[in-house]
């Protein structure tokens, strides 16, 4: 039998990696938009522009699954409110969705807005890579909500120069 780490031992572990925060939103069978929060979108090749999220079977995951299209919106610092509603309740209605974009559906507040038509999928466990060719983006300044420890947290640290002690490649980055 094959050894896997401790589950709360992992999931403390993984807590560790901050992230931004998104809402995965798609269409349900009656074209209705559905959405869920998600931290593990991922950019993945520039050329072309790829990205993909690692979502659960539930409501989106059915939704991207049929229509083979989701729109990533990169939360502000202001928004968490949105970031519990769609961690919780697994229908959008009533949060501040707009219809724009080819049909997307996307939150006009999102400090990045990315339209994605699913090209490839991998199957893990109980989860679905859904990797996505960007077909639209969108971004404006503002402050992104983060997720640490299990805790969303707000802004940004302090940035970090490349003289300063941490200094960082300067090629190389995929994005
Ligand atoms: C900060 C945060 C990040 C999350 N990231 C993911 C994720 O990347 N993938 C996932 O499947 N669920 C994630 N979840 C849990 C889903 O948001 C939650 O299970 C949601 O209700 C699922 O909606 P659905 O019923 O439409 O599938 C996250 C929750 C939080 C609070």
Known sequence: MSH????????????RFSTGVTVVT??????APVGMTANSFTTVSMQPPTVLVS???????QAVSTTR??????????????GRHFAG???????PVLDACDGFFLLPQAIAQFGC????TVE????????GEVRCCHHQDGLPLAFY??????GLGAEIRPGDAMAYPAEGWSV
């Open 149 to 154: 420890a299990s805790r969303f947290r707000s």
């Open 55 to 61: 979502l659960k079977r539930g409501r989106t995951w």
């Open 26 to 31: 798609s269409s349900d069978a009656e074209g």
């Open 69 to 82: 299209r989701y729109a990533v919106n990169v939360l502000a610092a202001d928004d968490v409110a949105i």
């Open 124 to 131: 893990i466990a109980d989860h679905t890579l859904f990797i």
């Open 4 to 15: 896997h780490a401790d589950p709360a031992r992992f999931r403390a572990a993984a807590s």
């Open 89 to 95: 309740a697994a229908m959008a209605q009533g949060a």
């Open 117 to 120: 038509e699913v090209v490839s």
